[in-house]
């Protein structure tokens, strides 16, 4: 919800877990969004056994997912996030301040998308 302080145009959905957020993202005729930057945190709030950020960030690339994803933890999890197949890592707390928010958008949409495009063959 931060993010829209300095990009109200965006639209923004929220998923309460990594399994809504599978099948938000999910190819197929009943799908009409394409997600340009998804960010996922390691631990959302459930009562739940639910799959981990990580877990989720896996399952998202074996079903061909090719949106920006960038990792979100308070914990030291940039590691485990980009193995899983994120572009980028944010720790939490993240700004909420406009300006460095932005910037730090800005970083994750630039490497996010450099990472895209090495990704694509010649």
């Not at 938000?24 to 631990?43: E, S, V």
């Not at 739940?48 to 079903?63: D, I, N, P």
């Not at 890592?89 to 090495?118: N, T, Y």
């Amino acid at each position: 919800r931060s993010v829209l302080k300095v990009a109200p145009s965006w639209k923004i959905h929220e998923a309460s877990s990594g399994e809504a957020c599978i099948e938000l993202c999910k190819d197929g005729p009943a799908t009409t969004t394409k997600f340009d930057l998804i960010f996922m945190d390691q631990y959302m709030a459930s009562v739940t056994k639910q799959l981990l950020g990580t877990e989720t960030v896996r399952a998202l690339r074996a079903q061909g997912c090719d949106s920006i994803i960038c990792g979100l933890s308070a914990n030291d999890m940039e590691v485990s996030f980009m193995d899983a197949g994120a572009d980028a890592f944010l720790f939490k707390p993240f700004p909420c301040r406009a300006d460095p928010l932005k910037g730090e958008l800005i970083r994750v949409i630039q490497r996010g998308s450099k990472k895209r495009a090495a990704a694509i063959p010649p």
